[in-house]
T-cell receptor, first 114, second 114 residues
Framework: GENVEQHPSTLSVQEGDSAVIKCTYS??????FPWYKQELGKRPQLIID?????GEKKDQRIAVTLNKTAKHFSLHITETQPEDSAVYFC?????????????FGAGTRLAVHP | DTEVTQTPKHLVMGMTNKKSLKCEQH?????MYWYKQKAKKPPELMFV???????INESVPSRFSPECPNSSLLNLHLHALQPEDSALYLC?????????????FGEGSRLTVL
């Protein structure tokens, strides 16, 4: 089955620095790769997603890149701010039993220090 | 209305109790999901309903029984749970049933089994 590995598990940066989180997936048929942010005690919320026909997508300070050949995708946050502190989950689709399922990575706890 | 509403927010139950978790969305979404999230772990898929029919059951023990009374409501009936079932139970919905679009999560129901 699909396996999504996410690194690092924790990341600490100074305000204004960039943060990069990387994920690899195993199913070459995966075609949808979302990133979710979960603040402490809150629900996961989609921050950006990318589909397999696109190599890069940007939304203000957030960007995602996808390398289908290597089967990895990355989240880039520039000019980090304290409110970026949260757990970030990557995910990839797995087509199994006639249905798509989202498989989540283990998560990265990002701490942005003022 | 762009929210998924879950009740109750907190639930404490004994191993012999029967209780239910409820989820509601009025976004016209055709797929609804139950996820289980343990502390410091990613959401783990339990069930998926597509067009009010159960499409995915991730081999969840029968002490968890999902129900989708209509396209806006999703219930999770709980019976004879174990302490290890204590977790945050997240409901989510998505526009399409293909699991390749944004998941809208509720705030979750935090369950404690004594």
């Amino acid at each position: 089955g699909e396996n999504v590995e996410q690194h690092p598990s924790t990341l600490s940066v100074q305000e204004g620095d960039s943060a990069v989180i990387k994920c690899t997936y195993s199913d070459s048929a995966s075609n949808y790769f979302p990133w979710y942010k979960q603040e402490l005690g809150k629900r996961p919320q989609l921050i950006i997603d990318i589909r397999s026909n696109v190599g890069e997508k940007k939304d203000q300070r957030i960007a995602v890149t996808l390398n289908k050949t290597a089967k990895h995708f990355s989240l880039h946050i520039t000019e980090t701010q304290p409110e970026d502190s949260a757990v970030y989950f990557c995910a990839a689709t797995l087509f199994s039993g006639g249905y798509n399922k989202l498989i989540f990575g283990a998560g990265t706890r990002l701490a942005v220090h003022p | 209305d762009t929210e998924v509403t879950q009740t109750p927010k907190h639930l404490v139950m004994g191993m012999t109790n029967k209780k239910s978790l409820k989820c509601e969305q009025h976004m016209g979404h055709r797929a609804m999901y139950w996820y289980k999230q343990k502390a410091k772990k990613p959401p783990e898929l339990m069930f998926v309903y597509s067009y009010e029919k159960l499409s995915i059951n991730e081999s969840v023990p029968s002490r968890f029984s999902p129900e989708c009374p209509n396209s806006s409501l999703l219930n999770l009936h709980l019976h004879a749970l174990q302490p290890e079932d204590s977790a945050l139970y997240l409901c989510a919905s998505s526009h399409g049933a293909g699991n390749t679009g944004e998941l809208f999560f509720g705030e979750g129901s935090r369950l404690t089994v004594l």
